[in-house]
């Protein structure tokens, strides 16, 4: 339970109403856009701020969303056109016409042109895009249009109001007040719905409503609800196969059935073509605040001196389509492993076919296809509404609410979307010549930035499987098939399971930590002496290990006494400055890659250090290294440099000498352990 709001919360509650005021008083009129603007950001950051400090109960949160919402009622539809399509839509319907049917301009309709509402509309040519739940609000409005438009208009924002609202009330049941502050004070989603009327505000509601259901196992009533939200935008429908993946058929029959039901009054040949046709030429023509679009657009007008944005939309589309198949056949693990293919995540379960898996073909495709956690389930629909945003070549400030919505049951506040949505309010300056463009690089770049913050983990997991490829591809050139091998200091595991899967390796697994995420069998050994028996393996993997050793030769003796082979990959540097940015960077990827672990573990080796008196990182030459296999009596069977991105490597593989794991000929293959000793002192921390 969250403390009692202190003075200073009331305060910051005090300063928070009065921004929102004057973000609606200055939204008013096009000459006053900039101070609305200023009191937008003002609002975001005080919706931020009381965040932090975490002491606003939940029946406050919801009393001063309600209040925050009546405030910017009162607004007319100036910030965008959409109100005046809603208006329209609902009086064709009222004039016996099928919206979907006719474009506003069409001969059908020109009783209707003498309406005040038609001289307002931005898009006379075009038919539609709205769902039929959406024009079943616009009907509803359509009921008053006698006593004037503008009535029509705020009774169809009055529904949607309370439509937003009921989003921020289901929410109440499922979070923390913290976790819903920030949905329901974010100016971006206050402004959207109760200032503007926004059709994404009915959205929210049943996209909330899906994952209430959700939260109660309940998928028939989140495939209802889903439906609902695809009612009234189109892209909710996407989700849909994530429903099958955790509910099966019996589930989405419903929801197909919902889907349905709204549209019968609509039905007609050539009504869902002429949709399509309008949803075509959106793609294709129309941008706004798409920073993604924006970047390659001129990023290909610099490269080309051509304009290929009509090209660009609709090969974005496709991007986004091909990127969500995968989605769909991909699953998310527990906490900090990143996302796999299924065949590839399911710990012991690893099998691809019903054959292997030793099981009947039933039980195979539940544990192949479907999800077993409704909270894997909601990540899966950020993920592919986030993509959609990030994809599309047109994101208004209103497109946000949906993903704002979903994401706001995280255990993790999504600030990356949060920030988006308070800079996306700059953009409506475009419609007064103010300041476009920094809106759209500040808001993007932004997002970018805390994007990667967040999901820091899973991009250096899927930067560290492409390393590993490229690691495993160099080194199964001095690898035979079908052998034994030993990963030392193996870090995540990931060069070893490509090994396992090129060569058809038996891969062994050893380190001073365990950090595997792998199915590979690992071993954590104190840093001394490996707990193998000589001659237990036919080759051994030091991948960037060595620099990292306190004792460097005795780990290259003790790993040469337990394989008859040693492959060995590190960096190398050929002048001062690059010895100095190896560092930097070997200190900074650790970090990345694994923050406690890599702390916990660099606490031990520089204790270490300290006691020898001698510096953690050792970095040599090729040449230096080259002199350290000979004085410790090894045979240095191949030797090569290369050249990656900023570093150099060098690889070697060498065999024991006459000083060298001499104990390895003639050994027992078997893998026993044997106890730990301590006469060496080789601590080393895996260096990936």
């Not at 919206?99 to 040519?125: F, I, M, Q, R």
């Not at 091998?485 to 990931?494: H, K, N, P, R, S």
């Not at 270490?608 to 004085?631: K, N, P, S, V, Y």
Request: hydrophobic fraction near 50%.
């Amino acid at each position: 339970m969250p403390a009692k709001p202190s003075g200073l919360t009331w305060l910051l509650l005090a300063l928070l109403a009065a921004a929102m005021g004057g973000m609606a008083w200055w939204a008013a009129a096009p000459e006053t856009r900039e101070g609305f603007v200023v009191a937008a950001l003002a609002a975001g950051a005080l919706c931020a701020w009381l965040w932090k400090r975490g002491d606003v109960p939940m029946h406050l949160v919801i009393g001063f969303a309600l209040i925050l919402r009546l405030a910017v009622f009162w607004l007319p539809p100036g910030l965008s056109d959409d109100a005046y399509r809603y208006v329209w839509d609902g009086l064709v319907q009222a004039e016996g016409y099928n919206p979907y049917l006719h474009t506003p301009d069409s001969p059908e309709l020109e009783a209707l042109h003498d309406e005040p509402v038609y001289d307002e509309l931005n898009s006379s040519g075009v038919y539609t895009v709205y769902p039929p739940v959406s024009q079943l609000v616009f009907r509803i409005g359509a009921v008053f249009y006698q006593q004037g438009w503008e009535v029509s208009w705020f009774v169809i924002k009055g529904l949607l109001t309370l439509f937003e609202f009921g989003a921020v009330l289901v929410l109440s049941r499922m979070l923390r007040p913290r976790q819903l502050l920030l949905y329901a004070w974010n100016p971006a989603v206050v402004l959207a719905g109760a200032g503007q009327g926004h059709g994404e505000a009915a959205m929210v509601l049943f996209l909330a409503l899906t994952l209430f259901a959700l939260k109660n196992k309940r998928g028939v009533w989140a495939s209802v609800w889903l439906a609902c939200a695809g009612g009234v935008k189109l892209y909710p429908f996407l989700l849909f196969p994530f429903l099958w993946r955790r509910f099966g058929w019996k589930s989405i029959a419903a929801g197909l059935g919902m889907t349905i039901l709204p549209a019968l009054p609509f039905l007609h040949p050539e009504g869902i073509g002429k949709m399509i046709s309008s949803l075509d030429l959106y793609v294709r023509l129309f941008e706004f605040n798409s920073g993604f679009y924006y970047g390659i657009k001129h990023f290909l007008i610099l490269l080309t001196g051509m304009d290929l944005s009509k090209l660009l939309g609709p090969a974005l589309a496709a991007l986004y389509l091909a990127g969500l198949a995968m989605l769909y056949a991909q699953r998310p693990e527990s906490a900090g492993k990143g996302w796999k293919i299924w065949s590839e995540s399911a710990g012991a379960g690893r099998e691809t076919s019903p054959e292997s898996a030793g099981t009947n073909w039933k039980t195979w495709l539940i544990r192949r296809y479907f999800l077993p956690e409704d909270g894997d389930l909601r990540r899966l629909f950020v993920w592919a509404t986030g993509g959609f945003l990030v994809f599309a070549t047109t994101v208004h400030p209103w497109y946000l609410l949906g993903v704002l919505v979903l994401a706001a049951p995280a255990e993790r506040p999504s600030w990356h979307w949060y920030w988006l949505s308070v800079c996306a309010l700059g953009t409506y300056l475009l419609y007064t010549g103010g300041p476009y463009w920094i809106w759209v690089w500040t808001g993007w770049g932004g997002w970018t930035v805390l994007a990667a913050c967040r999901y820091r983990r899973a991009l250096v997991d899927l930067l560290l499987r492409v390393r590993a490829a490229r690691k495993a591809a160099l080194l199964a050139r001095f690898l035979e098939k079908n052998r034994s091998v030993l990963d030392v200091g193996a870090a995540e595991g990931y060069v070893g399971s490509e090994l396992a899967n090129r060569l058809g390796a038996q891969v062994q697994l050893v380190d001073i930590l365990d950090r595997n995420r792998t199915a590979l069998p690992m071993d954590v050994y104190e840093g001394r002496r490996l707990p193998y028996a000589s001659g237990a393996f036919d080759a051994s993997l030091l991948v960037f290990v060595l620099h990292h050793a306190e004792s460097a030769d005795e780990l290259l003796r003790e790993t040469l006494r337990v394989s008859r082979r040693v492959v060995i990959l590190e960096s190398t540097y050929a002048s001062k400055w690059e010895l100095a940015l190896l560092r930097k960077l070997d200190r900074l990827a650790n970090h990345l890659r694994s923050e406690r672990a890599m702390r916990k573990q660099a606490v031990g080796v520089d204790a270490i250090a300290r006691e020898a008196g001698e510096g953690r990182l050792r970095f040599r030459t090729h040449a230096e290294w080259l002199d350290f296999f000979q004085e410790a009596g090894t045979d240095v069977v191949y030797a090569q440099r290369t050249w990656r991105c900023v570093d150099r490597q060098s690889l070697f593989v060498v065999e024991g000498g006459e000083g060298a794991g001499s104990a390895s000929r003639g050994a027992p293959s078997n893998k026993k352990r044997v106890s730990g000793s301590a006469g060496c002192s080789s601590s080393a921390p895996s260096g990936r």
